[in-house]
């Protein structure tokens, strides 16, 4: 199975400033058919998690542009330009490009 | 709107089974997969296993080979999940998602999960 590494996996932000979380797959997640499927998901406290962003760059709908995706390959990042109280919780990395899908371990995101 | 409404939280005692429903409404049913995802209590997320709500088949992770029972009811639009021979480790949130059968479009939708835990 493809392996998901996330890292931090803890990050204390201040609020409005910037936030980087990166995430690297053991293997190439390029398709063979030209797609990258390549996901992120955010889980608040209590609540289900929650797609944001869908072949690494593509917001889901009602997502603040805040957040934005970008990498290929192996290596991504999920970037919040101006963190907000309601972006903690915890996020994770989600590829589907391979047979099974797999999960980063997730990184916890919490206002310093 | 799109919307997944699973069961609600059960307790099982070491060995039995648990069965957890998740019904679909706000979309044609039969054009995407329901898959299961479990999440212990402060751990990650882990893939567990989907069905073809078009022709019943599943595809199991092999984690859980022999121990999970997928299947559904088009005429209710509702997925199930079964799984079997439960432990204390089986603890966890189940949540039920979607995924897109026609292309690679993973999990946009999610149900708002059900608890289960084991204990004698």
């Known amino acids: 199975d493809v392996v998901m590494t996330q890292s931090p996996l803890s990050l204390p932000v201040t609020l409005g400033q910037p936030a980087s979380i990166s995430c690297i797959s053991s293997?190439?997640?390029?398709?063979?058919?030209?797609?990258?499927?390549f996901n992120w998901f955010q889980q608040r406290p209590g609540q289900s998690p929650r797609r944001l962003i869908y072949k690494i760059s593509n917001r889901d709908s009602g997502v603040p542009d805040r957040f934005s995706g970008s990498g290929s390959g192996t290596y991504f990042t999920l970037r919040i330009s101006r963190v907000e109280a309601d972006d903690v919780g915890v996020y994770y990395c989600m590829q589907g490009s391979h047979w099974p899908p797999t999960f980063g371990q997730g990184t916890r995101v919490e206002i310093k | 709107q799109v919307q997944l409404v699973q069961s609600g939280a059960d307790l099982k005692k070491p060995g039995a089974s648990v069965k957890v429903s998740c019904k679909a409404s706000g979309y044609t049913f039969t054009f995407y997969y329901i898959h299961w995802v479990r999440q212990a209590p402060g751990q990650g997320l882990e893939w567990m296993g989907r069905i073809n709500t078009k022709t019943g088949v599943p595809n199991i992770s092999q984690r859980f080979q022999g121990r999970i029972t997928l299947t559904r009811d088009t005429s209710i639009t509702t997925g199930y999940m079964e799984l079997s021979s439960l432990r204390s480790d089986d603890t966890a949130f189940y949540y039920c998602?979607?995924?897109?059968?026609?292309?690679?479009?993973?999990?946009?939708?999610w149900g708002q999960g059900t608890l289960v835990t084991v204990s004698s």
């Open positions: 293997e190439s997640l390029l398709h063979s058919d030209g797609n990258t499927y």
């Open positions: 998602t979607r995924g897109e059968m026609t292309t690679v479009n993973y999990f946009d939708s």
